[in-house]
């Protein structure tokens, strides 16, 4: 089989809800008809995404999920969507999930996230010799308990897993999940010297190389994000060093060679929903590090990705093939 990609980390089962305008501390909000209920975290989006654009590779999800209505839908559902779920293990803990606030006014969302059975995943519950991929890609750091925990040796049990997999001769990943608070500078810089590819969003990347990238006025400050690819190589990523928002995708490759590509021109009513959109970015580079593309050719791909994960309200309905991908970037153009 030509590319074999292990997708590791948080399993989560997302319970949406629509609601017309995020209500102040004490105050209500109506939730519209329209709830749903969908997996989520990297394992099922990024590693479903995978699968969607490179329908014939060999995409396992390794992680866990607990003993009972929610893993039994989780696993039911990666399945379905091509992943091999062999590494996927039962917890005396229950399905980790989250509920998502969706603004259908504004677009943007709110997360209420229990860690439950992805608590269980350390070190030592990771099976590296069942493991047959030459990526492993695993996400989300500071939503993982067992990994964010202290390492003598490596700085963080994260790092430790990298190092592991690395010393195996397979090619690492990482993401990271946006939160405030002060736990990037402590928790991501450890990971970063055993990743080879690093794909993160603006807000996470400047949390970890502490370099602002909006204004005040929320605006992007375009003119950072070399300086912040810079830090986050020098930090350790090895291949490529990614940064995207929804203006557009970043990357440095390791020769120290910037790319750039804004978003995809999509027209109005396009957007479904922006739930798993920085997931399918990432999907989509990966995608084309596996097909040995080039660092432009891959920011094309991640932002084609994420725009047909807009197409739908869910994380991973809307994308397709890389052919599809191509496609749309013809349509639409950038």
Request: hydrophobic share 45%.
């Amino acid at each position: 089989m030509k590319h074999r990609i292990c997708v590791a980390g948080n399993i989560v089962v997302d319970r949406l809800y629509p609601v017309r305008g995020y209500p102040a501390r004490g105050q209500l909000t109506q939730i519209l008809d329209g709830i749903s209920l969908s997996t989520g975290g990297a394992v099922p989006n990024t590693g479903i995404d995978l699968a969607s654009l490179l329908p014939e590779a060999k995409v396992s999800a390794l992680g866990f999920v607990g003993r009972d209505a929610d893993g039994d839908f989780a696993v039911e559902r990666m399945t379905a969507r091509g992943l091999d779920c062999a590494m996927v293990r039962r917890s005396g803990r229950r399905t980790a999930f989250t509920d998502v606030m969706s603004d259908v006014v504004t677009r943007e969302r709110t997360f209420f996230t229990h860690a439950g059975a992805n608590a269980d995943l350390v070190p030592e519950s990771i099976p590296f010799d069942e493991i047959d991929a030459d990526l492993f890609h695993i996400g989300y750091i500071l939503l993982l308990d067992g990994l964010d925990a202290p390492d003598g040796e490596y700085g963080t049990k994260m790092a430790r897993v990298l190092a592991e997999a690395r010393r195996r001769g397979v090619r690492t990943s990482i993401d990271v999940v946006t939160e405030t608070g002060d736990r990037f500078a402590r928790l991501v810089p450890p990971a970063l010297r055993y990743t080879d590819y690093c794909v993160i969003n603006e807000l996470e990347a400047a949390a970890s190389t502490g370099i602002a990238l909006r204004g005040p006025d929320g605006a992007l400050r375009t003119e950072r994000i070399p300086a912040a690819l810079t830090a986050l190589r020098a930090l350790g990523v090895a291949e490529w060093a990614v940064i995207h928002a929804p203006e557009g995708g970043w990357g440095m490759d390791r020769a120290g060679r910037c790319a750039a590509v804004p978003s995809l021109r999509l027209p109005d009513g396009f957007i479904a929903g922006t739930v798993g959109a920085g997931d399918a970015f990432c999907a989509g580079v990966l995608a084309a590090a596996e097909e040995e593309m080039t660092l432009p050719e891959a920011l094309r791909l991640g932002a084609a990705a994420a725009a047909m994960s807009l197409s739908q309200p869910g994380a991973t309905e809307g994308v397709g093939t890389v052919a599809d991908a191509q496609a749309l970037i013809e349509k639409y153009g950038f």
